[in-house]
């Protein structure tokens, strides 16, 4: 066979190839599967929403509403798509079998080389052609439903993103306080400790009285690899009402590095702090939580409310201290404990 006869007889299977797979996707079964994969992510989020409440997650209380109007909403779009994928296959169907059918008959023709020499640029063109208006209704589909599609997903991630979070503080090797609550968490690391050139990793949590820095990494590796100590401890924690101020910073090479910037209040451990946030964690998104918290405004998004009790002792909270008569700092938010900055005295209002 000549060489010029098999390639002739190559570009007739490549086109051939290129049916079998317009033929395949006409069924829309990528369509079908995007809308069967975001209907089962949708049903599972009450039941993760429920585990974070259980876990004793307070805030995010809009979850429980978004993901109502979802479900509304992705019933009526699912249902609006599996209608439109007939109308869509009606479009296409004769474009595809019209390019099937030209494709046949040089298959079958396939041993005269001045056939098939003449023949495949129609058919290489109505292929094309075929796989244009295919991929243009997959466009339309997919435009009707994505941005549904990845309010789900977002959801689903922020969900995840929560249990993560207590799933840290569920490690920790510390307590919360009677009456406070987690909203944020982030691996982290404390930059320019001091600590002999050592700046810690671990987690920086965000709660409605207080920020927390526990450090948690092995350290002592051996070419960063092998063995080392598991180190696990709060390395400080701040009431919020010792924060004085917080700016986010991106350094490092493309502002790779996401940097908050602490200033505290007279009475703190120490006067500012640095610390990198990780992963997932942008500075800008906690350098505004951290003062939403400490104004109060997180408190529109509880889901789960703190007792009247609580809420009684905050009101009735002491302005002096019962030690040394000094005046104590105003609570923050839901702040439930005061540091005295002159005796050291702890009193807490719950």
Not at 84 to 96: A, K, N, Y
Not at 107 to 125: T, V, Y
Not at 203 to 214: A, N, P, S, V, W
Request: glycine fraction near 6%.
């Amino acid at each position: 066979m000549s060489d010029d006869k098999q390639q002739l007889l190559d570009q007739l299977q490549s086109v051939l190839s290129s049916v079998f797979d317009l033929q395949r996707k006409a069924t829309f079964s990528e369509v079908a599967d995007a809308l069967a994969s975001s209907t089962s992510t949708l049903s599972q989020l009450p039941d993760k929403i429920a585990g974070i409440r259980k876990r004793g997650y307070a805030f995010a209380a809009y979850l429980e509403q978004k993901t109502e109007v979802l479900e509304k909403r992705w019933r009526l779009t699912k249902g609006a798509v599996e209608r439109s994928i007939q109308s869509e296959m009606d479009r296409v169907r004769p474009l595809i079998e019209q390019a099937a059918q030209r494709v046949d008959n040089l298959e079958k023709l396939k041993h005269i080389a001045l056939s098939l020499k003449n023949g495949l640029p129609d058919a290489e063109r109505e292929v094309k052609s075929a796989e244009e208006a295919l991929a243009e209704a997959v466009r339309r589909l997919q435009s009707s439903y994505s941005t549904l599609q990845s309010d789900i997903s977002q959801t689903d991630s922020q969900l995840w993103r929560i249990n993560w979070f207590l799933d840290q503080l569920d490690e920790a090797s510390f307590k919360l306080l009677a009456g406070e609550a987690l909203f944020l968490a982030a691996k982290a690391e404390w930059v320019a400790t001091g600590k002999g050139g050592q700046d810690p990793d671990g987690i920086l949590y965000l709660t409605d009285h207080r920020l927390i820095f526990e450090q948690k990494e092995t350290t002592g590796k051996t070419l960063g690899l092998f063995g080392g100590k598991k180190v696990q401890e709060v390395e400080w924690e701040i009431p919020l009402n010792q924060v004085n101020g917080v700016t986010a910073e991106n350094k490092g090479f493309f502002g790779g590095k996401d940097m908050l910037n602490f200033t505290f209040k007279g009475g703190a451990k120490f006067d500012r702090a640095t610390i990198e946030v990780k992963g997932e964690a942008d500075c800008k998104f906690w350098a505004a939580q951290i003062e939403r918290m400490i104004a109060g405004g997180a408190n529109d998004e509880r889901a789960i409310k703190p007792d009247a009790e609580t809420l009684e002792a905050i009101r009735n909270a002491p302005t002096a201290c019962p030690v040394c008569a000094a005046t104590l700092p105003q609570l923050v938010a839901n702040q439930l404990q005061i540091d005295c900055a002159y005796c050291g005295a702890v009193i807490r209002v719950g």
